[in-house]
Nanobody, 120 residues
Framework: QVQLVESGGGLVQPGGSLRLSCAASGFTFNTYAMSWYRQAPGKERELVAVSTSTGGSTNYADSVKGRFTISRDNVKNTVYLQMNSLKPEDTAVYYC?????????????WGQGTQVTVSS
């Protein structure tokens, strides 16, 4: 049974930091690219950061470059999102995503999401 369980969300003041975690199970973690998405109220879900299966390459949305860092531990089967210098516009539900394409098929899994609220 595939599970992606996010944690670490909460309320933080502007300029503060949070570290999100996503613990994965039920699939071969080190063969999947891992991503963080977010969805703010009334907006579409957007890609925030992505890491290749080895963690050797990462990419970020322009809005978070220089402030957020995605990392992964392929022993602990966990992916992280370190968020610094948070802004009110970072407020959203953050989702963990796992994706692997093989045999012409795409396998994609989602976590349940964790709320991040940036407010004074």
């Amino acid at each position: 049974q595939v599970q992606l369980v996010e944690s670490g969300g909460g309320l933080v003041q502007p300029g503060g930091s949070l570290r999100l975690s996503c613990a994965a199970s039920g699939f071969t973690f080190n063969t999947y690219a891992m991503s963080w998405y977010r969805q703010a109220p009334g907006k579409e879900r957007e890609l925030v950061a992505v890491s290749t299966s080895t963690g050797g390459s990462t990419n970020y949305a322009d809005s978070v470059k220089g402030r957020f860092t995605i990392s992964r531990d392929n022993v602990k089967n966990t992916v992280y999102l370190q968020m610094n210098s948070l802004k009110p516009e970072d407020t959203a539900v953050y989702y963990c995503n796992a994706e692997n394409s093989r045999y012409g098929l795409t396998f994609r899994y989602w976590g349940q999401g964790t709320q991040v609220t940036v407010s004074s």
